[in-house]
């Protein structure tokens, strides 16, 4: 699977039924053939229906998360091969969601990347600081922290997408400007321009508080290839202004 350059992904987190389904439906006949990657993340009970619906379109299915083995003695968890089984060709790791509601650390990160890439998966990684930590000025500190310490050597443009969601702006309809947005995206282009070959071609989304309102002005920032987008994905009417503005 080879990451688009220009991307509209959708992460549904703890939301969506069978019902939900309908809205993909929605989204593949309003774009059958889009001028950018679509890529929707459904809980993962919902990943072999969601992709039977999108065989064939142009929307690719995603995880939200997985277990860095392969398989074992691991209660509730779910392993990359079996999220790639199912029909996922993406995957979100690194959510602040996950680092928050989890407790995962960048070294369980970046284990978890690696199991992805080897089970073919497509890795969507999330970084991003809290409030606190861009009041206290150490934004871009904590930002090549987390790209370090989560992002193994060896990746390509084709297995690694790179989100940056500032924490404070997750669901809470407050968006950093677009300076600031240049600045992270740009701190992101070059620490994967001197770490990959390809790093000039890596696809590099905004998260937190897109909707189709401002969509066109984040996406006119320097190195904003595309979104990671939660609540505005959940319905098509409004995720399919995100991806006009897009493509
Ligand atoms: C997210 O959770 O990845 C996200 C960006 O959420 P929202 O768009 O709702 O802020």
Redesign the pocket.
């Known amino acids: 699977m080879t990451a688009p350059k220009k991307l509209a992904a959708g992460?549904w987190?703890m939301n969506g039924s069978q019902e939900a389904l309908s809205e993909v439906d929605q989204l593949s006949s309003a774009y059958p053939a889009p001028g950018c990657g679509i890529v929707i993340c459904p809980p993962a009970t919902l990943i072999p229906a969601l992709s039977e619906r999108a065989r064939g379109t142009a929307i690719k299915v995603g995880a939200q998360d997985c277990h860095a083995e392969v398989s074992g003695a691991h209660t509730g968890d779910i392993s990359a091969k079996m999220l790639a089984e199912a029909g996922a060709d993406f995957v979100i790791l690194g959510?602040s969601?996950r680092r928050g509601d989890h407790g995962e650390t960048d070294d369980q990160v970046r284990a978890k990347l690696m199991a992805a890439v080897d089970a073919g998966l497509t890795v969507i990684i999330?970084v991003g600081e809290t409030l606190e930590q861009r009041d206290g000025g150490s934004t871009l500190d904590v930002v090549r922290g987390q790209l370090s310490g989560s992002i193994p050597d060896g990746l390509t443009a084709a297995n690694l997408v790179v989100a940056y969601?500032p924490v404070w702006?997750?669901?809470?309809g407050k968006v950093p400007t677009t300076e600031q947005i240049a600045e992270v995206h740009d701190l992101i282009r070059s620490e994967m321009t001197r770490r990959f070959a390809d790093g000039a071609a890596m696809t590099l989304l905004y998260?937190?508080?897109?909707k189709a309102a401002n969509a066109e002005e984040i996406f006119a920032v320097a190195n904003v290839d595309g979104a990671?987008?939660?609540?505005?994905s959940l319905r098509a009417d409004d995720f399919t202004g995100i991806i006009r503005a897009l493509e």
């Not at 702006?169 to 809470?172: D, E, R, V």
């Not at 998260?207 to 897109?210: Q, T």
């Open positions: 992460n987190k959510h969601e999330c969601e702006a997750i669901g809470t998260g937190g508080s897109v990671l987008v939660g609540g505005a």
